[in-house]
């Protein structure tokens, strides 16, 4: 999958601005796995579908979670995750759009995933930055340390 871009809307109205992201790190290419990747494939022919119905051609600058006359933005993608909680009867409180991003790091995290490849991943350019964001999810890495050098003798 290829970062290339950033989409910031404005509070006032539906106006938004297509941008590069913040750092030459930020552009990158992240590889997805197996079973995401035919997800996103399921989707695109489904949305497919959903754009026709508005008289839209999809092409290959549609935006991903475009899925009617609207373009995408966090209040929209925060209220389709609360629906669908909703609809399929989760037991689970719906999070929003970008606490996706911090349940994927807290996930890499927590499978002992090396914070150079997860900072790669997220675009910052040092690993501090990752650290700085989302250093309180290693709080057992300490322990686990220590428990590894016992092992060593």
């Not at 990158?28 to 197996?34: D, E, S």
């Not at 079973?35 to 579908?49: G, H, I, M, T, V």
Request: glycine share 4%; hydrophobic share 30%; aromatic share 8%.
């Amino acid at each position: 999958m290829i970062i290339n871009k950033t989409l910031t809307s404005f509070k006032q109205g539906n106006d938004f601005l297509v941008t590069s992201p913040k750092t030459s790190k930020s552009n990158r290419v992240i590889t997805v796995n197996k079973k995401l990747s035919a997800l996103l494939e399921k989707w695109k022919d489904r949305q497919k579908e959903a754009l026709e119905e508005y008289g839209i051609e999809q092409t290959d600058t549609t935006r991903i979670f475009k899925f009617n006359h609207r373009t995408p933005n966090r209040n929209h993608l925060n209220e389709f995750i609360k629906q669908a909680c909703e609809k399929y009867n989760l037991d689970i409180p719906p999070i929003n759009i970008h606490a996706f991003r911090h349940s994927h790091v807290s996930l890499l995290i927590n499978s002992g995933e090396d914070i150079h490849i997860i900072s790669q991943r997220l675009g910052h350019s040092r690993t501090s930055t990752t650290y700085d964001i989302y250093g309180h999810l290693f709080p057992n890495r300490q322990k686990e340390l220590a428990d590894r050098l016992d092992n060593l003798f």
